[in-house]
Structures are given as structure tokens and as C-alpha cells.
């Protein structure tokens, strides 16, 4: 399936292009001491003007055995961008508002962002209800992404949880991913993933 291309869309997000949109699909959760469920779940990848990163948001909800959704089981909210120094062109910290121009409004400037194996480099913060920040380093090597916590904050409220990876790919028109966490004392093993479709 092609993926296509919006024209406005901003250079640096090209590599990500495959991403955006919303998906909706169904995959199972568990964990060492605790039951494996199935769950659905809505990821949306948006693009806001003018902006060189992603937003993105995932909702899932636990599904009953007849296959409604039934609680909801996590939120996340964050933001996806390539790797790279921010400097007078970009906007921030803060409100403050860029006083330059940017150098990487053309394919060729962004296709320079490459790292030496040929991928982007990507930097990922996600943020969730229950305490917990993750901000992951990661690379994009066309429709896949692989991501490994970087950091891990948590609230003095949140459960214990210390590492996390996860992986993202684009599989004949639909979005998989995996997610291996390191929590309660565990170490880093499998806890969920998920097979998505693209919604209108």
C-alpha cells in the first residue's frame, strides 16, 4: 500500500509520514501476576501546522468477552520528532517564538538528519495518567520504529517502573506494534502489543 504524502506537510516529518492519521484496532495485554486480556484501542498521529513533530495520543480500553469495551484502561499523550539540536529557528522553551529561519525545509536538508546506519533518529516523550513520564530514544528505519526509555520519571504515587521498549511497524496497511516494560520488580519482558487499522 503507498503511503501518501500531504504536499504542506512539514520535511522533517516525512520519515514519520506513515504514522499519521488514527487507527483502531484490538491486541493483548499482560503481565508476570496478571491475567493476559484483550483490549482495543485508538491511536491518532496528528501533524499540527507548521510544526516539525507528531502529535500523538492512544486510548485503550479493556474488552468483555463479548467484545465491548468496557473500562479504560490507559491514556497516553505525547509528542514524536527526529533528533536534533534546537536552536533559534525553533520555538521554545516556553512560548518563546523562533527569531531565524529554518535550515531543513526541503527533502535533501532533512535527508542529511540520517545517522551513519542511514536511519532518523528519534526522540519520543510520552506521557501517562498514572504517574509516570517516559521520554525514549529511538530510530526510524522506513515504516518501522524501534524505541528504549532513555528516562523514566515517576510521581512518589506511581507504581514501580523502571525501562521500557517498544516497537512500531507498518505490516501490509496496518499499524503493529510490541511493548516490553520493566515494572513491580520484574525485568524488561513482553506486556502487550497490538494489530491497528487506518480509520477516516
Known amino acids: 500500500m503507498p503511503i501518501e504524502i500531504d504536499a504542506s506537510l512539514d520535511p522533517e516529518l516525512v520519515p514519520l509520514a506513515w504514522l499519521i492519521g488514527s487507527w483502531e484496532g484490538v491486541g493483548v495485554v499482560g503481565y508476570p501476576g496478571t491475567p493476559e486480556k484483550q483490549f482495543g484501542q485508538r491511536i491518532d498521529f496528528v501533524a499540527p501546522t507548521g510544526a516539525p513533530f507528531l502529535h500523538y495520543t492512544a486510548h485503550a480500553w479493556l474488552m468483555s468477552e463479548d467484545g465491548?469495551?468496557?473500562?479504560?484502561?490507559?491514556?497516553?499523550?505525547?509528542?514524536?520528532?527526529?533528533?536534533?539540536?534546537?536552536?533559534?529557528?525553533?520555538?521554545?522553551?516556553?512560548?518563546?517564538?523562533?527569531?531565524?529561519?529554518?535550515?531543513?525545509?526541503?527533502?535533501?536538508?532533512?535527508?542529511?538528519?540520517?545517522?551513519?546506519?542511514?536511519?532518523?533518529d528519534l526522540e519520543v516523550e510520552i506521557a501517562h495518567p498514572h504517574g509516570v513520564l517516559e521520554l525514549y530514544a529511538g530510530r526510524v528505519n522506513g515504516p518501522r520504529i524501534d524505541l528504549a526509555t532513555d528516562v523514566v520519571a515517576r510521581t512518589r504515587t506511581a507504581k514501580p517502573y523502571t525501562a521500557s521498549k517498544r516497537m512500531y511497524g507498518l505490516v501490509q496497511g496496518e499499524l503493529m506494534w510490541a511493548w516490553d516494560m520493566a515494572a513491580m520488580g520484574h525485568e524488561l519482558t513482553s506486556h502487550a502489543s497490538a494489530r491497528l487499522k487506518k480509520v477516516a
Open 68 to 120: 465491548t469495551l468496557d473500562d479504560v484502561l490507559a491514556l497516553e499523550t505525547g509528542i514524536w520528532q527526529l533528533v536534533r539540536d534546537r536552536k533559534e529557528y525553533d520555538a521554545g522553551p516556553g512560548l518563546m517564538v523562533p527569531t531565524a529561519e529554518s535550515p531543513f525545509t526541503t527533502a535533501d536538508a532533512v535527508e542529511g538528519m540520517r545517522n551513519a546506519d542511514g536511519d532518523f
